[in-house]
Structures are given as structure tokens and as C-alpha cells.
């Protein structure tokens, strides 16, 4: 089934609902930021405090589009019997409430609140809200993404040089080397790191043991910015195929369309 056959929502509808979601999402980065720092130094992760701030943003997001729009549901709050049977609500929503919750906690900059809204397993919109550092990201998928209002796109010279930027996961190193002339970061945040590719701060990143969660909204908008997402061996990931919630085991790269081999070959499995 194509995409064009089951979207439902008027270009009237998705205005609405992007406004919608932005400006909520605006508002539970506010909550969050008053928990941001709170942390209990002697821990090294505080659970409590990421705890409280995950639930707090959930509240608040998953009341606003309950209250607002008949009919949307949230995939964390369904089975996967209704899931995969002909009750499963037509639009779903995926929202990660603070992703870069480690980031958080240690008081470091990149982490937030993400957003993704499917039709029938199709990508529809996607938001991601950095509220530390003001940087409200949206896409309609497949078409335009945009950052703060202004249109964003991934980075169009492909070249490789020791500028250029690769962003990974936190266990990188203990699955790969790599001989990337370039720089590697990593900052704590999958959707994070996405949008960075989306709008050409990085050139590429690579993701591990990551779930729909993590990669939904991020997808869409690095996709809506002219990018993908593949397996390493070149395979298309698409993430509405793993609404089941299982981790994706095999490492993914994020990167302009058809530019993913030249970031592969430069890291290599370790054995």
C-alpha cells in the first residue's frame, strides 16, 4: 500500500497539528528545563530525577494531544495484539519524553523531547525539541524539514577530510575501530545526532541498540532534510517496521542519500 493511499489529514490538518505539537512541545522543554541541574552529584545517574523529568513531559504531551484530537493514540499505551490487529488505531504517536536522559542528568547540553505521528505504520510528522539550546526541529515527512522555522538540509559536499564530522553511540569504541580522517563525537542523543546530520552539522552518525523510540522522529526529519538510514552492509532500514519496540541490535548509519559507503568504510567490527 502506498503512502498516498492511506494519508487521511488535509494540508489544513497537518498546519494544525505541527503548531500544535511545537508549541507543546515548547512546553514541556520549560518543565524540563526547571529539573534540569537538580541532579544528585554523588550518583552517577539519578534515576529519580530522570524519572520525574520523563514523566513529567509525558503528562503534559500525552494530555495535550488526547485532549485535542479524537482518535490519536500513543504506542507505549497499546498492546501489540491491538498492535498488529484491526482495532490498532489509525494515527499513532511515538514520543520519547527526554531522549539524552544521560546528558541530562550530568548536566550536559544535548538532550530533549521528541514527537513522531503515524498513519497506518506510514511516517506523517516528526518534531524534536533541544531546549537547552532553543532548537525546535519539525518535519513533514518525505517533504520539508525545518529548524526554528527555517528550512534545513544535509550536507551536500560528500568529500571526507579531517573536517568532517562523524557522531556515534556511547559504546562505540568497543565495537569498532576506525580510521576516519575526521573528527568522532559523540553527544548523547540519537534524535540529537539525527538532526544534526538533517541539517548538515555532522556529516554522518552511527546508532546501536536503538529502538523505535529512540528513532522515530529523528528519522523523519533527516529524511524530510535529504537523508537515510541504512544498515551497514547498505541494507534500508525503514522504522515503521519495528513498532514492536525491540531494539535494533545491527549498527545503522544516518547520512546524505547514497553517501552511507563512503562513512562505512572507514570503521571496521572488532573482533
Not at 88 to 110: E, K, N, Y
Not at 162 to 179: A, G, K
Request: proline share 3%; net charge negative.
Amino acid at each position: 500500500m502506498d503512502k498516498e493511499d492511506v494519508q487521511s489529514l488535509t494540508e489544513r490538518e497537518l498546519r494544525t497539528l505541527k503548531e500544535f505539537v511545537e508549541n507543546n512541545l515548547r512546553k514541556s522543554g520549560q518543565l524540563l528545563l526547571d529539573l534540569y541541574g537538580r541532579g544528585d552529584r554523588h550518583l552517577k545517574f539519578d534515576n529519580d530525577l530522570v524519572t520525574e523529568a520523563e514523566n513529567t513531559a509525558w503528562d503534559l504531551i500525552s494530555a495535550k494531544i488526547k485532549g485535542s484530537f479524537e482518535g490519536h493514540e500513543f504506542l507505549r499505551e497499546i498492546s501489540q495484539e491491538t498492535l498488529s490487529g484491526e482495532e490498532c488505531p489509525r494515527f499513532l504517536w511515538i514520543v520519547d519524553s527526554l531522549d539524552g536522559a544521560a546528558s541530562f542528568q550530568a548536566g550536559m547540553p544535548v538532550w530533549g523531547v521528541s514527537a513522531a505521528l503515524f498513519e497506518k505504520f506510514w511516517p506523517v510528522l516528526g518534531f524534536l525539541y533541544l531546549p537547552v539550546t532553543g532548537e525546535l526541529y519539525s518535519a513533514y515527512a518525505g517533504r520539508e524539514a525545518v529548524l526554528n522555522d527555517k528550512g534545513i538540509g544535509v550536507r551536500e559536499d560528500s568529500s571526507i577530510d579531517n573536517e568532517s564530522l562523524l557522531l556515534v553511540y556511547s559504546r562505540f569504541h568497543q565495537d569498532f575501530t576506525s580510521n576516519f580522517p575526521g573528527k568522532i563525537r559523540n553527544f548523547g542523543s540519537s534524535s540529537g545526532h539525527m538532526a544534526y546530520v538533517a541539517r548538515g552539522a555532522a556529516d554522518a552518525c552511527v546508532l546501536k541498540n536503538v529502538n523505535v523510540q529512540d528513532l522515530a522522529a529523528g528519522s523523519i526529519i533527516l529524511e524530510a532534510a535529504g537523508g537515510e538510514i541504512r544498515y551497514l552492509d547498505g541494507r534500508r532500514f525503514h522504522v515503521g517496521e519495528h513498532m514492536d519496540g525491540k531494539r535494533v541490535e545491527d549498527p545503522l548509519i544516518a547520512a546524505p542519500k547514497g553517501t552511507w559507503e563512503s562513512f562505512t568504510k572507514f570503521i571496521r567490527r572488532l573482533p
